[in-house]
């Protein structure tokens, strides 16, 4: 079987985050998914919402890619809530089902059967 490595996930930030471990309905990634499929890894983005903004649209645009920058996010607001979606990685770290990506290593490691990487 071909190993997977995911190019890009919300896992951290959706609101069912908690059910990333033991598995979920929704979405398309969990652990339990993730060992299914023998996927090793991943990019674990962290993307903030504007609670501001919540019902933004973006103009249309002209530039490649679209629509031009979202609002502004208030700078404590965004240190503050990546910092909480890091740590659930760190928690998952630490109970030893998923491995934070720190180098070259901890990648490799995971092709070889350690728990996934999250980078």
Do not use: C, W
């Amino acid at each position: 079987m071909t190993a997977f490595f995911d190019g890009h996930n919300d896992s951290l930030t959706r609101e069912d985050h908690a059910r990333f471990a033991t598995g979920r309905e929704g979405g398309h990634l969990d652990l339990p998914r993730m060992a299914e499929a023998d996927m090793r890894g991943g990019i674990f983005a962290v993307f903030i919402r504007n609670p501001e903004t919540a019902d933004y649209q973006p103009a249309k645009s002209k530039r490649p890619g679209g629509a031009g920058p979202a609002p502004q996010l208030d700078h404590d607001y965004a240190a503050g809530a990546s910092t909480i979606a890091a740590g659930r990685l760190a928690a998952m770290e630490a109970a030893g089902r998923m491995r934070i990506g720190r180098t070259i290593a901890d990648i490799d490691a995971a092709a070889e059967g350690s728990p996934p990487v999250a980078v």
